[in-house]
């Protein structure tokens, strides 16, 4: 069975950072495509970051420079570093996989909406 759990949301200020989590059982990451997707009250869903089988990276421009993400096969875990945080990145982060993104390849632009097995999300509040 495929679970995927975000951690490591919370409330910081402008400036500051947080790392999320995301621990999943069923799959690996070695052979899925992991992504990171959020969405703000009143917005679209938003790809933030996206990491293939093969380790290849994209961000969405607005975070490009200051969110990272990385992934430690070992332990099954998927992370986002998020630095110089904002107010517009208050949102629920989402942790995502697909073994076949819909849409293309696992990149950004089809992460939001390609992706088969989603997290129950964290929220992230940056207050000013």
């Known amino acids: 069975q495929v679970q995927l759990r975000e951690s490591g949301g919370g409330s910081v200020e402008t400036g500051g950072s947080l790392r999320l989590s995301c621990t999943v059982s069923g799959f690996s990451y070695t052979t899925y495509c992991g992504a990171w997707i959020r969405q703000a009250p009143g917005k679209e869903r938003e790809g933030v970051a996206a990491?293939?089988?093969?380790?290849?990276?994209s961000y969405a421009d607005s975070v490009k420079g200051r969110f990272t993400i990385s992934k430690d096969n070992a332990k099954n875990t998927l992370y986002l570093q998020m630095n110089s945080l904002k107010p517009e990145d208050t949102a629920m982060y989402y942790c995502a996989a697909a073994q076949v993104v819909y849409g293309g390849n696992c990149g950004i632009r089809n992460v939001a909406y390609g992706m088969d097995y989603w997290g129950k999300g964290t929220l992230v509040t940056i207050s000013s």
């Open positions: 990491i293939d089988s093969d380790d290849s990276t």
